[in-house]
């Protein structure tokens, strides 16, 4: 039952984060490391900053950082 909650919980916190224009880091990191294993990864931090600056610049809404 803890873990059907905290499965239910995380759905959540990644559909609200979503709804308000924040990219889920952890797909970030599958997506980047399935098209290239030996690709860089953005630290979370890096990430964070790098959606926000392409939000708030209006310069390439709705593009993966991958």
Known sequence: MRKQI???CT???RTARLMVGVKDYETYVAR???LNP???VMSHDEFVRYCQEQRLSGKSA???PC
Do not use: I, M, Q, S
């Open 62 to 64: 709705g593009k993966c």
């Open 11 to 13: 759905a959540w916190v």
């Open 6 to 8: 905290a499965a239910f």
């Open 32 to 34: 980047r490391r399935a």
């Open 38 to 40: 030996n690709a860089p």
